[in-house]
T-cell receptor, first 114, second 114 residues
Framework: AQTVTQSQPEMSVQEAETVTLSCTYD???????LFWYKQPPSRQMILVIRQEAYKQQNATENRFSVNFQKAAKSFSLKISDSQLGDAAMYFCAYLSGNTGKLIFGQGTTLQVKP | DTEVTQTPKHLVMGMTNKKSLKCEQHMGHRAMYWYKQKAKKPPELMFV???????INESVPSRFSPECPNSSLLNLHLHALQPEDSALYLCASSQLELNNQPQHFGDGTRLSIL
């Protein structure tokens, strides 16, 4: 079975600084995709960034980028120039290419300090 | 604005009541999902519909009954719920043709069982 682990229950960052959220996963599948979702207190789950496992190049979306280390099964999220609106719970998620199931990590609550 | 619309946003019901949660999307997605999320926890998959047919039931108790009347609508019928069923219920949708497509989530229905 596939598992996703986020080892940091809570993180904090100063506004305008950079923060990295960690995620590791375990799988024997070769066909899978990885995502980071953000869930603010307003509760909507918002897609932040996605990474196809077959692509070596790390995905980037504006201030958000990932460090995808396939051999290490690591998928960390870097947020640059942190903004107050980035405060939320962040979930790392694994999508199985075989079953279509989305498996979430336990989440990391990010606090942004002004 | 979310592309997946869920109603109602809040629902309080007694254990003997019958109610329904509704979800609607107009993105042409052919896969729709129900998740249950407890506070500060990741979403847990309940049901998956693919082309309006139930494809996955994650051993959910029969007091939860899903229904997919057409490709845009997904319902979750509730009957004789227990206090532990109080949670945020999230609906999501995705394109079915490509399994690498991310799921798009609604704002959720906050359900409280008295």
């Amino acid at each position: 079975a596939q598992t996703v682990t986020q080892s940091q229950p809570e993180m904090s960052v100063q506004e305008a600084e950079t923060v990295t959220l960690s995620c590791t996963y375990d799988t024997s599948e070769s066909d899978y995709y990885l995502f980071w979702y953000k869930q603010p207190p307003s509760r909507q789950m918002i897609l932040v960034i996605r990474q196809e496992a077959y692509k070596q190049q790390n995905a980037t979306e504006n201030r958000f980028s990932v460090n995808f280390q396939k051999a290490a099964k690591s998928f960390s999220l870097k947020i640059s120039d942190s903004q107050l609106g980035d405060a939320a719970m962040y979930f790392c998620a694994y999508l199985s290419g075989n079953t279509g199931k989305l498996i979430f990590g336990q989440g990391t609550t990010l606090q942004v300090k002004p | 604005d979310t592309e997946v619309t869920q109603t109602p946003k809040h629902l309080v019901m007694g254990m003997t009541n019958k109610k329904s949660l509704k979800c609607e999307q107009h993105m042409g997605h052919r896969a729709m999902y129900w998740y249950k999320q407890k506070a500060k926890k990741p979403p847990e998959l309940m049901f998956v519909y693919s082309y309006e047919k139930l494809s996955i039931n994650e051993s959910v108790p029969s007091r939860f009954s899903p229904e997919c009347p057409n490709s845009s609508l997904l319902n979750l019928h509730l009957h004789a719920l227990q206090p532990e069923d109080s949670a945020l219920y999230l609906c999501a949708s995705s394109q079915l043709e490509l399994n690498n497509q991310p799921q798009h989530f609604g704002d959720g229905t906050r359900l409280s069982i008295l």
